[in-house]
Every structure is written in C-alpha cells, then in structure tokens.
C-alpha cells in the first residue's frame, strides 16, 4: 500500500508538472546529498545556458526510482524529459523503445565516445547498433584491503588469486582472533537481492565462467560457475574466513560498516565505501587499500559493471534542450565537481588523471585500471530483474547448505529457461 500511494503520488507529479512548456523536466532520486548536488548542477546549467529545468525529485529508493519511470515512460508522458537509469534498467528501457537514440545528437557534439569507458558504452549504452544512454557514473566490485594487517602476518602484496585470499584470512584471523574473537578474513554481499548476483558473477567470471545467454536461453549450470558457487560456500562453511550471516544478512551497508569497524582483513564492496573509510571517525582511516578482486588460477580479475546512467525520453518535446543539458551533465567541469564532491565515479575517462581529483581521491588511479580491464556486465535482458531473482533464490539457498552448488544452478537455470520461454510467447511478463 505504502509502495503505491508514493508512486501514485510520482504519478500526479508527473502529471501536473511542467505547466510552462519551455522547461526542461529533469527526474532524480538519490540521498540527500546527491539531490542537493543536482540542484546546484541545474542552478548552473540554467544560468550558463537561459534554459529553465524542472527537477522532478524521486525516492532515494531504486525499485521506487525504476517504477515512476517506467509509469511515466508506458504511458508515453511528455514529463520527464532526462533521467537517470540504474545500469540494470537500461535494457527493459530500450527494448521497450522508449529511449531517445543519441548518435544524431553525438555528431556534432564536444562529447565523444572516446572520453567514456569503451567496454561499458559498448555492453550498456547501445542498443541495435544505436546509442540510448551515456554513462554518467561508473560503478565496479572492487577489493579493499588492510594494508597494516597485511604487513603484520608478513605479506607486502594483496591477493592475486583466490587461493592467496583465503591463506592470508587465515593468518590474519589466527593473530587477531586473541583480542576480537569476531575477526573475520573476508566479508561480501552474500544475502538474497541483487548484490548476491554481482558477487557470484564476479567470483565465476573469474573462474572464465558467468551467466550467459544463447539461442534464447540462459546457460549458468556450467563446471566453472559450479566451482565458483562451491568456493563462496566454503568461504562461509569450510574454511570459516566469512560470517555465518553471510547469507542472511550481508548487503552492502552491513559490510562496509564490519570492516570500518576494523573487524575484517578484506572486503568486497563498492567503490562509495572509500570516503566512509577514510572519514575522520573512522577506526580504519589511513589503513586501507583497494585493488582488483582476485582471481582462480587460469582466470582473471572481474568487477561486476554498476552505475547510472542518463537517457532523454523518446515521448519528450524538449529532446534538444535535454542534450544540451546532457551535455552539461557530462562535461569535463561537472564530472569532476561529481566526483570531488559526491565521491562518484565519473564516466569520463579523464576525470580520473585530474590532479585535483587524485589529491583527495588517490584510489581513483587504481579504479580507473579496474573500469578498463575487469568490468563485466549482467545480462543484457529485457526481464533481467525476474532472471536475477530466480538466481538469488537458489544461489543463496546453496550457500545456506540447503544446495548443493550443482542443484542450485541446475535449477535455476531450469526455471529462468521456463520462464524465458513465456515470456517469448506472452510479452505482457
């Protein structure tokens, strides 16, 4: 009820915005901070450009974000005009045709598709041979490390291999266990929402696996995905490096504050976590390092590709003025001041040698390095949120030991290829 009323509330917004038809209708969500970096954005796009914006304010909450959006966009709303997109919406989006194709514009742009990652313009923002979106902020799975811990049980490197990973937890955990017995060497998302899917897709693209998608159906029951889910079991379970609430209820927050309170040698987050870490009430302040997630042996780093990314409305009358302010969005000075003062990630490439950016934000040499080398992306589907949930559900069931690896994925991938097989013949799922 509660679900419906605010998106209903979206909807009347919708609706009676925008009565003065030159304005530019922009819609955002996010935290508190986030909208009042947004205000400034269109403050000074308004007054370097005479073109008047909208903000059409949205939940902070993603699904509420995702829901208003696709209200306004089905119902072929002039309002909004511009939006962000939750990397993961961005295929529902196009294949419901209801992005605006940005090349036309691209053409005689000071944007170029050089300045963005190559790999997620490519895997994201293009649909049937069309850009649709343009990336914002990048988002990327990546290690930190206690850099202090390390040096204490002799090791001068983080991890490379899965292997190295588990035998320096175990180290760490035998010397710190003796004054804080809930010491853990590494801790992830391992709970049942879409985290789980990012963490078990870079453990098994790693492994040169991953969820894959031929001829219509899905493929995840696969020897090197089997390997991977049996190794995060046995995180838990068999070596004991992560908590027994790893599954139950380790999402992002709950990681980030264990480690922040200096209880874990590794952790596997998003790159947001760096500034908390290194606020000033931090007990791991000065302490940490981040590097790419480690790998099997024959395989390779992988970071699981998140983000936001902006579009213009395919029903929008103000297209023109949209990618004006897309323009202001994505440029050199509004990239950096996003991430000097937010902490994101730009989708520009060059915002990441900017000597002003790597004073505050050091670590963003190393990001930089894992966004052009190790990001991988999850299916590009239409239906990808019904595809993930399955997957959670079993996935964390295997780790709760109620699976075992081999079952989990068979089953999955069972039910995901049912469901595909519906879909293909009722597209109303």
């Given at each position: 009820m509660k679900l419906f009323l605010v998106l209903f509330s979206l909807f009347l917004l919708i609706g009676c915005s925008s009565e003065d038809k030159s304005k530019l209708t922009f819609m955002v969500g996010g935290a508190p901070n986030e909208l009042i970096f947004w205000s400034e954005v269109v403050k000074n796009f308004e007054k370097k450009t005479g073109i008047k914006v909208e903000i059409l304010r949205q939940p902070?909450?993603?699904?509420?974000?995702?829901?208003?959006?696709?209200?306004?966009?089905?119902?072929?709303?002039?309002?909004?005009?511009?939006?962000?997109?939750d990397v993961i919406w961005i295929p529902q989006f196009s294949a419901s045709e209801w992005l605006e194709p940005l090349d036309r514009y691209l053409k005689n742009s000071p944007l170029a598709l050089k300045l963005f990652f190559e790999k997620v313009v490519k895997n994201i923002d293009t649909?049937?041979?069309?850009?649709?979106?343009?990336?914002?902020?990048?988002?990327?799975?990546?290690?930190?490390?206690?850099k202090d811990l390390l040096e204490k049980i002799g090791v001068k490197e983080p991890p490379r291999t899965w292997n190295e990973l588990i035998e320096y937890s175990l180290k760490a955990q035998n010397?710190?266990?003796?004054?804080?017995?809930?010491?853990?060497?590494?801790?992830?998302?391992?709970?049942q929402y879409e985290g789980l899917i990012c963490n078990f897709l870079e453990i098994a693209s790693s492994n040169n696996g991953g969820i894959f998608f031929e001829n219509h159906k899905v493929i995840l029951n696969t020897p090197e995905n089997i390997k991977a889910l049996n190794l995060l079991k046995s995180f838990i379970h068999d070596y004991k490096i992560s908590p027994p609430n790893t599954f139950t209820e380790m999402k992002e927050e709950e990681v980030r504050i264990y480690f922040q309170k200096g209880l874990a040698l590794f952790e596997r987050n998003w790159p947001y976590a760096w500034m908390l870490h290194q606020s000033n009430n931090s007990p791991v302040?000065?302490?940490?390092?981040?590097?790419?997630?480690?790998?099997?042996?024959?395989?390779?780093?992988?970071?699981?590709?998140?983000?936001?990314?902006?579009?213009?409305?395919k029903y929008s009358d103000q297209k023109e003025k949209s990618w004006k302010f897309i323009e202001f969005v994505l440029s050199y000075e509004t990239q950096k001041e996003l991430a000097l003062n937010l902490g994101w990630n730009p989708g520009r490439k060059d915002v990441y040698e900017d000597k002003d950016v790597l004073k505050k934000l050091p670590h963003f040499e190393k990001l930089k390095n894992i966004f052009d080398n190790f990001i991988v992306s999850r299916p590009s589907l239409p239906y990808y949120p019904l595809v993930s949930k399955i997957i959670q559900k079993y996935i964390n069931a295997s780790l709760a030991n109620k699976l075992t690896p081999q079952e989990a994925l068979s089953l999955a991938e069972e039910e995901i290829n049912s469901m595909i097989k519906r879909y293909r013949n009722d597209k109303t799922l």
């Open positions: 902070a909450d993603t699904e509420q974000r995702r829901q208003s959006l696709v209200i306004a966009l089905s119902s072929h709303s002039k309002d909004p005009d511009v939006f962000l997109m649909y049937k041979g069309k850009i649709v979106a343009l990336p914002v902020y990048i988002d990327g799975g990546i290690l930190y490390y206690r010397l710190m266990r003796r004054n804080s017995p809930g010491f853990y060497g590494f801790i992830w998302q391992g709970a302040k000065n302490k940490v390092e981040i590097a790419p997630l480690p790998h099997f042996k024959n395989g390779k780093p992988a970071s699981t590709l998140g983000g936001w990314h902006i579009g213009i409305s």
